[in-house]
């Protein structure tokens, strides 16, 4: 053991590593312990979580990765070496993973790079190797690695250590980088971690912020705006994430819809944060909708943009494999929004990823994918009324 130690505490981290494992060549979808549990979290609740993953049908619709967030953690031993709450997680990480592994699904875990964890537990500051062997022993597959407790640390620094820490460990690990977005993670984490938070935190509201101090947790609107400038960064293996779903915890059904469309639409993870063992009959249509799930978990991976803006109004584009578009009508605002958009007046043109649409050349054929039935085509204009708070989601495809 001191032999390990010493390997994975002072030759490795001086060898450095420039790679990272070959992951989540598409959007990552699982549920996450926190915006529903916060820290009242335990080995019941993440095996019933697996459970329900199965016996609902979201494994089916593409959620695999059962992420325990913060406060799973025990103490360190005496070598350095974190465990679970035994009281908490009786049986033990290994077990649990074990369970979550037989059900066909994959398990995440929480860890931070500061010496805590936000919610006051121990963070891997100083032991990243050594926590990475750790995880790699359970059997996880995810690692979300949070900012709090980092004082002057260098963002970059700090999880490129993490990274190549897991990469020594040797188990594939999807690695989230999880600093809110304060050290522009898109400019440098493309080679570090599949997946960096944008912003702060999400909340469940339509368009809100809600100050805590020296921080705030932010409102769909709040966050979809935020976005705008950071599509070239991601495609797949790389992702913005705008942080996890709150379909289901409290925001109206056509803002949960809308919510799940513009997610699919950023090519953003889909982590569920709600509590997925009893859900309504609305948000489990919401939550596997395989049409809007499609959109996101397409293999192009290019994020959406916005091509039209008339106030509350806001059309946005995502090109798809096989010259096929998807479009998003949103309506941000408080009344209902009637509009006809004649597709001849609206080519799309893409920067990013040199696709482009022109509907007075090509026509193509509609589908609208909360209805789940086709809706004409291109050669005559798009009429309808929008609900506030709500979207439309189609998918265009060439006609031949």
């Known amino acids: 053991m001191k032999k390990l130690l010493f390997l994975l505490l002072f030759v490795l981290p001086v060898i450095g590593f420039t790679q990272k494992f070959d992951l989540a060549k598409t959007p990552p979808m699982g549920w996450n312990s926190w915006n529903t549990f916060a820290c009242d979290i335990n080995e019941e609740l993440i095996r019933n979580t697996a ?65 805590q964890t936000c919610g006051g537990r121990p963070g891997s500051r100083g032991h990243e190797y050594q926590d990475a062997i750790t995880y790699a022993g359970w059997g996880i597959d995810y690692l979300k690695y949070d900012w709090c407790s980092t004082g ?19 188990r594939p690990v999807v690695f989230s980088i999880c600093e809110w977005g304060e050290n522009k993670p898109w400019t440098w984490a493309k080679d570090v971690g599949h997946l960096w938070r944008t912003t702060g935190d999400i909340h469940n509201c339509w368009d809100c912020v809600m100050g805590y101090g020296t921080w705030s947790k932010l409102g769909v609107l709040a966050i979809l705006d935020k976005q705008a400038d950071l599509r070239k960064y991601a495609g797949p293996g790389h992702w913005n994430d705008p942080d996890m779903l709150e379909v289901g915890n409290g925001m109206s059904y056509t803002e949960d819809r809308a919510h ?34 499609a959109i996101n978990q397409d293999e192009l991976g290019v994020q959406c943009f916005k091509m039209y803006d008339k106030g509350d109004f806001e059309v946005y584009a995502k090109p798809l494999s096989n010259n096929e578009l998807a479009l ?10 009637t509009f006809s958009f ?49 979207v439309i989601l189609m998918r265009l495809t060439p006609k031949k």
């Not at 640390?153 to 460990?169: K, P, S, W």
């Not at 090519?267 to 948000?283: C, Q």
């Not at 090509?362 to 798009?382: H, I, S």
């Open 51 to 115: 459970d329900a993953m199965v016996s609902t049908g979201m494994k089916d619709a593409g959620y695999i990765y059962i992420n325990i967030d913060d406060c799973w953690h025990g103490e360190r031993d005496n070598q350095g070496f974190i465990h679970e709450d035994a009281k908490r997680f009786p049986s033990g990480m290994k077990a649990l993973a074990d369970y979550v592994h037989s059900k066909g699904l994959k398990i995440g875990i929480y860890s931070d790079a500061g010496t």
């Open 152 to 170: 002057e640390l260098n963002a970059a620094e700090a999880y490129i250590t993490m990274r190549d820490a897991i990469f020594v460990a040797g």
């Open 260 to 293: 799940f469309s513009l997610w699919c639409m950023l090519a953003a993870p889909l982590i569920s944060g709600n509590d997925i063992r009893n859900m309504t009959k609305e948000t489990l249509e919401i939550l596997t909708n395989k049409e809007a799930i």
């Open 328 to 337: 998003c009508f949103l309506n941000r605002g408080e009344t209902p929004f």
């Open 342 to 390: 004649d597709w001849k007046n609206y080519p799309v043109y893409d920067g990013v990823s040199g696709k482009n649409y022109d509907f007075a050349k090509t026509e193509y054929r509609l589908r609208d994918c909360w209805l789940k039935q086709d809706a004409g085509t291109t050669a005559v204009p798009l009429k309808a009324t929008l609900q506030p708070h709500d």
